[in-house]
């Protein structure tokens, strides 16, 4: 079954299941995830009441944890997961990044890679280089990889590295799929917040998809409606 910290928490949720709730957060994930059918506020008192009781779990088995988590198929586990990674969050280096390369390519969708992204992979980078990983996954062929690797510095304000963020964007500014274009656009609106000028001079001067364009361009149109 896996590591007995994990398997404790799978038995709390599990005897907290709410079939009312289920059919509808699995329709919701267009039906790709089971789901326990815990809303969100009741999932967050019960992570609460987990963690008192078993207290954060030993960094150095926090990796064996989350792979047991990942493994089950109500998506709730794999939240659970990420709320135990976000919470030794300072403890995180390098070497939990082929972990979460996993986690991005299994059980993928928004709402787990738009997670994983900014506040873990984006988070170990702040601390530590981690140029091999993210040029890798801006070059993988799995699209998941790439949002990832383009939406890392989402928190950065003005620690972004806007090369990178250009660079990145224009290696796959000609995709036609949706989750690479949404990315694009959101991380230019993000660091429009920071730097509106030169997401305006990147945007006007590039040929990107109307998509990525209506979207790194919303901030700044509220800025000149303010005006």
């Known amino acids: 079954m896996g590591h007995e910290y994990a398997v404790r928490l799978v038995s709390l949720l599990t005897e907290n299941r709410n079939e009312e709730n289920r059919e509808a957060m699995e329709n919701y994930m267009r039906n790709q995830f089971q789901f326990f059918g815990i809303k969100t506020p009741e999932w967050n008192a019960l992570m609460r009441e987990f963690l008192k009781e078993n207290g954060k779990p030993p960094v150095e088995e926090l990796t064996e944890i989350v792979r047991t988590l990942w493994d089950q198929p109500q998506r709730e586990c794999q ?10 969050a300072k403890q995180l280096t390098r070497e939990h990044l082929p972990l979460l390369e996993e986690m991005v390519l299994t059980k993928s969708w928004w709402d787990t890679v738009d997670h994983i992204s900014p506040h873990l992979a984006g ?10 990983y993210l040029e890798k996954w801006i070059q993988a062929e799995d699209f998941w990889l790439n949002r990832t690797s ?60 109307p998509l990525s364009k209506r979207e790194g361009l919303k901030h700044i149109k509220r800025l000149e409606k303010v005006k």
Do not use: C
């Open 123 to 132: 988070r170990i980078h702040e601390k530590e280089n981690a140029d091999d």
């Open 79 to 88: 939240y659970a997961a990420m709320m135990l990674l976000d919470k030794q």
């Open 150 to 209: 383009i939406l890392h510095q989402l928190r950065y304000k003005e620690k972004t590295d806007e090369s990178r963020l250009f660079r990145y964007i224009l290696m796959h500014n000609e995709s036609k799929e949706f989750f690479i274009q949404k990315a694009i656009g959101w991380a230019l609106r993000e660091y429009s917040k920071t730097n509106p000028e030169a997401v305006r001079k990147f945007i006007e001067s590039e040929n990107l998809a």
